[in-house]
């Protein structure tokens, strides 16, 4: 006899930590779900499981309200009654980073691991779309399946589900694709006969698209509790011989070994998935409260590429690692990067508690690196010298360098570059003098009292040298340990303070020391030119017009290109949601380049020449009270921008800041490229994606990007780097192709009722009138024009020295065993990018992880401080896989293109 099908019937819930409801209102309502659900395998054995949405955060949340239930969770875990993980949270991709990703996964399945067991499944059921290498993200974690219900395009009709996912690396995934979402099977009915026919219907549906004799009917929704009526519904279709199918109950893993068994006649795919052509993926969240993007992908940078490699090498180097603190950190992160959280897409009251997640994050990273801030004061910045400087990354490495290479030093600077090659970076020191101007020997010894003891000391030191120390007139110039002097700039703050400024090459993953020398500075080669309206370097002339708005043009002078009038603003109404952009029936686009705008040059050179442009556009106050279009009344929108070139760095970065009075708007802007292209690049995770310039099954033509995107005509590119600005579009224009970068999307509802791009609407209609971004806004992005194609110009590495640029802290004299200039690791080919460097979660290893750009098989080559004891390949999760060869400081590994390689060494 022929087996029939099985409907597989698998209780869950999603469960959305906040949304509509702030996160109280509804944990408050998730304790009563898991509650329901132990209290249903108490009284009814035939009941097999339910899942808590593949999170684990879930768990956490339940037990800080009752902690006594931890042995019954743990208990209903390892009997796979509770089926948790492996994500801590339901992300958005899109807007958070591939190693944000990957904490995701570490911290989830070691928390389910905790409880007994982890699902090892990549359930991902209402992610606004998927990233191309996910397939090999979830394969690093030993997970070979993934389930999802956003993101498929018309290619499921010759693919059918599930079908094979492939990542550019090769690495694949069997991907299930939930046809009318995870809730396909919510409204079972209690009558059985009634669910019967329910399932008749279900089974009609599914068949023709399914591949293997096996359906998921998932019994659940948001924030549904359990149905304990499911076991009387299979055991009413057991007797029913009559059906086409059969009816079990069971969980998404059983389901999915299932399918494996018909691995080797499914469909494949390649790509990314950004479709609605089956359930709208809802681009808009890319831009709305895009201040929420900001502060989330300032904490990644800082902790990715600061935190822990410092504190990696501060550990390496006999310290302590605060693993727990910088857990702490990402925790906060992670809790940011739930899809209705990060997407910012719930109300206001929810973002209010984002916004301080975040906050506390960058808070406890930059508390982790330096007890002073980020930008330094003097003498406040000496506290720390009364502090433990085990306490903090920098101080701590600081204190290992022998800083006495100069008798007239006032102070050392350390810069530190935390990429895996060297770099030619801007190097910045602000110096603020809190204590009397003049000191002579006596003043000073009326200020013994109130100086710390360390700097006292030092600055006795001068004053009995120099007789008088007089601030208001000070002199300084900049020395390196071979005793060079240093080209710098010093420039005078409004508030009262000193910039020093400095470009010099530094040292792949480790650092620089200079002193900062009382003394007449010899003179500086005018490394950088301002003129009437336009400023240069070696590389790149920028000319302003006023005129225009203060929009540039840029000539390279490497290649001869110009690039036409850039980098203006356009303004245009936004009838949509928090979920969607939308024009309202009569728009009104605005431009910057009807503006005069106001010039000056606030630095100009020889190392730094800072642009300060000036303008105020008029736009529309909000839309109509009936939304069909822009009102007629304006209010004043002004930006100011600061437009910075730095001698020998071949980009022009831009700072802007815009006073928000405006509601109901988009703004954007816009870099006219001058070439006819059809596809364009752009940075994803772990990967440098080709895309059509007009994307197919899209309601909107723009496109999420991690850090960059690049046009290019295989002569010659230019490249837009940005921080925390994930929304582009490739338009048409007059002139070729222009990249148009969102800076901000303004608006005041949820969600609303059917408007132009979007012809339904998501969720009930909700005001959120913070979502319109009245406040003081501000955005960075850099211009990098570039020849040939992208990795020709190697405009990842560019764009990743804008991004993370050096960090700087000062230092007295003291001796110490490490030299003034030196790397702790090298990384080589140029091919090969460090994308993350870390002690390990589980031993006492360092993690190193290397990705190859390339389409190329490359043999990477990684040269450490000291010579290593032993290398391992090691998948995601940290597990070894592979012991590799070494040779004294040097470790070699093959790494195919577009792969991740992680490695565990042990020095």
């Known amino acids: 006899m022929r087996q029939r099908p099985k409907v597989l019937l698998i209780a869950h819930t999603h469960w959305d930590r906040e949304w509509y409801l702030t996160f109280e209102r509804f944990r408050y309502r998730l304790v009563q779900c898991i509650d329901r659900a132990l209290g249903i395998f108490d009284k009814d054995p035939r009941y097999h499981s339910f899942m808590l949405d593949g999170q684990t955060i879930v768990l956490e949340d339940y037990l800080e309200v009752k902690p006594y239930m931890k042995e019954v969770l743990e208990k209903r875990v390892r009997e796979g009654k509770l089926i948790v993980g492996p994500l801590y949270v339901q992300p958005d991709e899109w807007l958070v980073s591939g190693e944000g990703l990957i904490r995701n996964l570490l911290l989830g399945i070691r928390i389910a691991k905790s409880f007994g067991r982890v699902m090892k499944v990549g359930y991902l059921p209402d992610t606004f779309g998927h990233t191309i290498q996910l397939p090999q993200i979830l394969r690093g974690f030993d997970i070979d399946t993934f389930v999802f219900s956003r993101g498929m395009g018309s290619e499921l009709k010759s693919l059918g589900t599930p079908f094979i996912w492939r990542a550019p690396d090769g690495s694949e995934v069997l991907a299930l694709f939930l046809l009318d979402g995870y809730c396909n099977c919510e409204r079972l009915p209690k009558d059985p006969e009634r669910a019967i026919e329910y399932l008749s219907k279900f089974f009609k549906r599914w068949r023709p698209i399914c591949k293997v004799p096996l359906l998921p009917g998932m019994v659940g929704c948001d924030h549904q509790f359990p149905k304990e009526w499911i076991p009387d519904v299979v055991k009413e279709a057991k007797g029913r011989q009559d059906l086409p199918f059969e009816v079990i109950q069971g969980n998404l893993e059983e389901l999915l070994n299932e399918a494996k068994k018909y691995a080797n006649k499914l469909g494949v795919y390649s790509g990314e998935m950004l479709s609605s052509y089956y359930r709208r993926t809802l681009y808009g969240c890319w831009s709305s409260r895009v201040y929420l993007k900001q502060l989330n992908f300032e904490n990644e940078v800082l902790l990715v590429n600061y935190v822990e490699p410092l504190w990696t090498i501060a550990w390496l180097l006999g310290n302590e690692y605060p693993k727990e603190f910088i857990w702490q950190a990402w925790r906060y992160v992670l809790q940011c990067h739930a899809h209705d959280s990060i997407c910012g897409c719930s109300i206001d009251e929810v973002h209010k508690e984002c916004e301080v997640r975040q906050l506390k994050a960058r808070n406890l990273a930059w508390g982790l690196l330096a007890p002073a801030a980020p930008i330094i004061e003097i003498p406040l910045a000496f506290l720390w010298h009364e502090c433990d400087r085990a306490k903090f990354a920098m101080p701590f490495l600081t204190s290992k360098l022998n800083l006495n290479f100069s008798k007239n030093a006032l102070l050392y600077l350390v810069a530190f570059n935390t990429l895996a090659w060297n770099q030619k970076a801007p190097i910045k020191l602000r110096l603020r003098f809190d204590y009397p101007v003049r000191i002579d020997v006596r003043s000073l010894q009326l200020l013994k009292s109130v100086l710390p003891s360390a700097y006292y000391e030092h600055l006795k030191r001068i004053v009995e040298r120099t007789g008088v120390f007089d601030l208001s007139k000070i002199k300084i110039k900049v020395r390196d340990a071979d005793g060079r002097v240093i080209p710098h700039q010093v420039t005078r703050t409004l508030d009262g303070a000193f910039m020093l400024e400095l470009v010099d090459s530094l040292p792949a993953m480790g650092y620089k020391a200079y002193a900062i020398e009382i003394g007449e500075s ?355 999760n940290e597990e070894p896989l592979e012991r590799l060869n070494i040779t004294g400081r040097t470790v070699q590994i093959d790494i195919e293109p577009y792969r991740l390689e992680t490695l565990k060494v042990r020095l």
């Not at 009807?594 to 000056?600: I, K, N, P, W």
């Not at 806004?777 to 405009?795: C, D, K, N, Q, T």
Request: charged letters at 30%; glycine letters at 4%; aromatic letters at 10%.
């Open 522 to 876: 010899e003179d500086t080669p005018e490394f950088v030119k301002v003129e009437r309206n336009s400023m240069e370097n070696e590389f790149l002339k920028v000319t302003f017009y006023p005129e225009k708005g203060g929009a540039f043009k840029i000539l390279d002078k490497r290649s001869s290109s110009e690039y036409p009038l850039m980098n203006f603003f356009e303004d245009d109404g936004d009838a949509g949601d928090e979920y969607d952009y939308s024009p309202p029936k009569e728009n009104l686009v605005l431009s910057s380049k009807d503006v005069e705008a106001r010039l000056e040059f606030t630095k100009r050179g020889p190392i730094v020449a800072e642009a300060k442009v000036r303008l105020t556009m008029r736009v529309p106050k909000s839309l109509k009270s009936d939304r069909s279009g822009r009102s007629n009344e304006l209010v004043k929108l002004p930006i100011v921008m600061f437009v910075t070139l730095y001698a020998g760095i071949p980009r022009v970065d831009v700072r802007v800041l815009i006073e928000n009075r405006a509601e109901d708007h988009r703004l954007r802007v816009v870099f006219p490229t001058g070439m006819h292209t059809a596809k364009h690049h752009a940075e994803t995770h772990f990967y440098v994606i080709e895309r059509d310039n007009m994307p197919k099954e899209q309601y909107v033509p723009t496109y999420p990007m991690r850090t960059w995107v690049d046009v290019n005509d295989g002569e010659k590119g230019l490249c837009i780097a940005t921080k925390g600005l994930h929304e582009y579009e490739i338009r048409r224009g007059e002139n070729g192709s222009e990249i148009i970068v969102t800076l901000m999307r303004c608006v005041g509802w949820l969600s609303r009722p059917a408007f132009l791009t979007r012809p339904d609407s998501t969720d009930p209609p909700m005001p959120t009138p913070e979502a319109q971004c009245k406040r003081l806004m501000e955005f960075e992005y850099s211009i990098m024009p570039h020849r040939g194609e992208w990795l020709e110009a190697r405009v990842y590495k560019t764009a990743r020295e804008f991004i993370a640029k050096p960090l700087v802290q000062e230092d007295l004299p003291h001796e110490g065993d490490l030299p003034n200039e030196f790397s702790f690791l090298k990384v080589n080919p140029e091919e090969v990018v460090l994308t993350c460097m870390k002690k390990a979660e589980d031993d006492d290893y360092a993690v190193i992880r290397l990705l190859n750009v390339s389409n190329k098989r490359v043999v990477a080559s990684l040269e450490f401080f000291r010579s290593l004891k032993e290398a391992w390949r090691a998948n995601l």
